[in-house]
T-cell receptor
Framework: GQQLNQSPQSMFIQEGEDVSMNCTSS?????WLWYKQDPGEGPVLLIALYKAGELTSNGRLTAQFGITRKDSFLNISASIPSDVGIYFCAGLPVDQGGKLIFGQGTELSVKP | NAGVTQTPKFQVLKTGQSMTLQCAQDMNHNSMYWYRQDPGMGLRLIYYSASEGTTDKGEVPNGYNVSRLNKREFSLRLESAAPSQTSVYFC????????????????FGSGTRLTVV
């Protein structure tokens, strides 16, 4: 089936550092979403992107919908310990009947 | 609080046993989904229900069945559990499947951690 390639798979950073992760696909997507999963919980929506080129912020988080509609990135500025978790990208392909496709996740660890 | 409620939170089964995972949402969403999460593989769609009365297979449906009992409830059944079904299962809902508007985004439950021994 169709897949999203999310990278990196894991990151170990120092508190205060900036973080960047991205997702790419071989197909065009209509929507890009970024989720965060805290340990023992379900994913929670962070940012939703609906138009190519769109740049959206949510506090210290910024995400962009790539111009080619085949990629998206998420940046976290000035990381803090509570940023720890797994971040998932998700995309809505043009030809998948409205079902989201999820990336493999980026596990973020923040050292105080 | 409004959201998606999953039960049970934890379950241990013996190989061959059956069980049903329950999911209910109170947001009046039309579409509901079942995913499984395994290390390094992200979230994989098992089954989904675009609207009440309809269900369709996702990426990994083998060994599972679903029932959309009403608009609120969507259950996942394992008829004969196998160790390969050890996973974390998430239910999710959305206003409607395939929406291109600004109210898309799935809401997830907190998961059911299933171990099959």
């Amino acid at each position: 089936g169709q897949q999203l390639n999310q990278s990196p798979q894991s990151m170990f950073i120092q508190e205060g550092e900036d973080v960047s992760m991205n997702c790419t696909s071989s197909s065009i997507f209509n929507t890009w979403l970024w989720y965060k999963q805290d340990p023992g919980e379900g994913p929670v929506l962070l940012i939703a992107l609906y138009k190519a080129g769109e740049l959206t912020s949510n506090g210290r988080l910024t995400a962009q919908f790539g111009i080619t509609r085949k990629d998206s990135f998420l940046n976290i500025s000035a990381s803090i310990p509570s940023d720890v978790g797994i971040y998932f990208c998700a995309g809505l392909p043009v030809d998948q009947g409205g079902k989201l496709i999820f990336g493999q996740g980026t596990e973020l660890s923040v050292k105080p | 609080n409004a959201g998606v409620t999953q039960t049970p939170k934890f379950q241990v089964l013996k190989t061959g046993q059956s069980m049903t995972l329950q999911c209910a949402q109170d947001m009046n969403h039309n579409s509901m989904y079942w995913y499984r999460q395994d290390p390094g593989m992200g979230l994989r769609l098992i089954y989904y229900s675009a609207s009440e009365g309809t269900t369709d297979k996702g990426e990994v449906p083998n060994g599972y069945n679903v029932s959309r009992l009403n608009k609120r409830e969507f259950s996942l059944r394992l008829e004969s559990a196998a160790p390969s079904q050890t996973s974390v299962y998430f239910c999710a809902s959305s206003p409607r499947s395939g929406s291109f508007g600004t109210n898309y985004g799935y809401t997830f439950g907190s998961g059911t951690r299933l171990t099959v021994v």
